[in-house]
């Protein structure tokens, strides 16, 4: 048996606002804009993809999930996605080589370092 990992299922007070915000946040595309399922992907016919759902209730503690990204250059991509809407988190990390920051819905996820610094 083989599974194909097809999506990550991302709860959302807003999953269209959410949605469009991480497509820009990663420069991925809009592949279903509907208000309850609105999902991206890296290309339309690439997978896995980010599938956003409404839920009637507000985050309220840290995700037991998250998403780790390495850009080439840790501090102009934090600072672009700061200037998107993302915000600094504190989730306990201490002093770590890696940069934690939340979504406009407060989900964690993680701006890690260029490989080899």
Known sequence: ???EWE???????????LGRWW???LGWVVVNDAADEFEIRP???RLPGLLFGPVPE???VKNRLHLDFRPEDQRAEVDRLL??????ADVGQDEVPWVVLEDP?????CV???RGT
């Open 58 to 60: 507000a985050k309220t």
């Open 43 to 45: 290309a339309p016919d």
């Open 23 to 25: 497509a820009e946040a």
């Open 112 to 114: 890690l370092a260029a």
């Open 105 to 109: 819905e407060g989900n964690e996820f």
């Open 1 to 3: 048996m083989t599974l």
């Open 7 to 17: 999506q990550v299922i991302v709860d959302a007070a807003d999953p269209v606002a």
């Open 83 to 88: 200037s998107l809407g993302a915000r600094h």
